[in-house]
Structure formats: C-alpha cells, structure tokens
C-alpha cells in the first residue's frame, strides 16, 4: 500500500483536540497544502481566515447548527479555518461563466480541502469539515467581504480521540465500466 492510500484510510474526521498550540511552522505546511492545490485555470480562487482568538471562535460556535457534531469542535480546536471563494473567476473565461455547472468555486474549495485535510493528517493533526452552519451569520462574524463566499469552517488541532473507521462502500458498487448503466 503507498503511503498516500495509507493516509487516506487512516484520515478521520475529528471532534475532540487537545488543549495544545499548533507550531507556526506546522500550521504554514497546512496552508501550503492549500497553495499548492490545483484549481480551474489556475485561478486559486481560495482565501483562508485563520481564526485562534476564542472570542471569534465562540462567535462562529453561535452560528453552527444545533445538532452539529461539530458544535465543540469550533471552540475546542487551537485553530479553525474559515475557507473562502472568490466568486465569478473559477471557471469563468473573459468574465463568462463557461461550463453548464456555472461558478466552478465549490470543486475548487473541495480539493483545497482536500488538500490541507490529508496534510493535516500526514502531521499529525486532525480536521473535521464543518458545512452544517449559518453562512451569512458566520461571513459577518470573519468580516468576508462581498464578491467571496464562505464555503466552509475546519477546526484544527491535535486529536484527543481517534474515532473508528466509518464503513465504506465497496468499489464495485459505484463504478460503472463504459458507460453508466
């Protein structure tokens, strides 16, 4: 087995953290994971708040739904990511939107995810992915300006639990060969 696919089955989504700073220098490698992410025409449409003040953090936690999981996560991790998108320029061509999909953001975001997701892992630290909570009320609280979304939150830190591996489908079940049906 690579490494990689070891990093991808061993990657949990994580809830609880210890009360322990992340180093400046572990937290820049998670930010160059995002860096270093392939986007639409290479526009990187991504902006990342990093959010440590607990003020900010207990303001983001009011806007999370009730039944989250991830509601203590947002105030428990050292640190929460705030991913952003430039909106209109993903894939967009001369200011046109260009695929049927329309703003190509949220693919962009997701492997931005992605990304810092499995770097995070591959240092030790632990992610969850927070997209359950009140957008507009959470962009206020980061002070995000118009012209760019929030797409979603990610506390991070070093994991206090390891959860077990969710059951996954099997491969055969979801692939199709040569066409769908």
């Given amino acids: 087995m690579t490494d990689f696919i070891k990093l991808l089955k061993e990657r949990r989504s994580v809830r609880k953290y210890e009360e322990k700073d992340i180093p400046q220098n572990i937290l820049e490698q998670v930010l160059e994971a995002i860096q270093l992410s392939q986007s639409w ?14 003020e900010v953090k ?27 998108a430039k909106l209109n320029i993903s894939g967009y061509y001369d200011g046109k939107v260009t695929t049927k999909l329309g703003d190509w953001f949220m693919f962009d975001l997701g492997i931005a995810t ?4 499995l770097a995070a892992h591959s240092l030790g630290l632990g992610t969850v992915v927070v ?23 990610i506390p ?22 040569n066409s769908f049906s």
């Fill in 41 to 54: 025409a290479n526009t990187q449409c991504w902006e990342v708040v990093v959010v440590t003040d607990p």
């Fill in 58 to 84: 207990a303001k983001l936690q009011e806007t999370i739904a009730p039944k989250n999981p991830a509601t203590k996560a947002i105030v428990g991790a050292p640190v929460v990511l705030g991913l952003c």
């Fill in 114 to 117: 992605q990304s810092l997701c």
């Fill in 131 to 153: 997209g359950l909570f009140d957008h507009n009320r959470a962009r206020a609280v980061l002070k995000v300006p118009e012209g760019y979304e929030l797409v979603t939150l």
């Fill in 156 to 177: 991070l830190g070093y994991p206090a639990k390891i959860s077990s591996p969710p059951p996954r489908k099997d491969v055969q079940t979801f692939v199709h060969r």
